[in-house]
């Protein structure tokens, strides 16, 4: 478990606009897994093939190295990024 403590000179409450902050980061993850999402149905509706099985047969060296398979593994490697980065978020909690 991480811990992060904030200290602020000010006199006004850290923690609405901390967790305004989040929940706008949150919004915009959401946001960037939608899109990615729907890039990713381009690929697998132009090439017939989920992104779980091009990345299986991909990754056997089944498939040739192409610009747009480049392009769809980078969409996956981002959609893992982005999801890992908004449960992280999602789990935050405020100790007081």
Do not use: C
Not at 33 to 41: A, H, S, V
Not at 45 to 74: P, V
């Amino acid at each position: 478990m991480a811990e992060l403590k904030l200290i602020s000179d000010r006199k006004r409450q850290l923690k609405p606009l901390v967790e305004a902050a989040l929940e706008n980061e949150l919004r915009l993850l959401e946001a960037g897994i939608k899109r990615t999402e729907q890039n990713m149905r381009v690929f697998e509706e132009k090439f017939r093939l989920n992104t779980r099985e091009f990345i299986a047969r991909y990754e056997k060296d089944e498939m040739e190295e192409t610009l747009d398979y480049a392009d769809w593994i980078g969409e996956h490697r981002m959609l893992e990024r982005l999801k890992e980065k908004a449960d992280t978020l999602r789990t935050i909690r405020f100790a007081n």
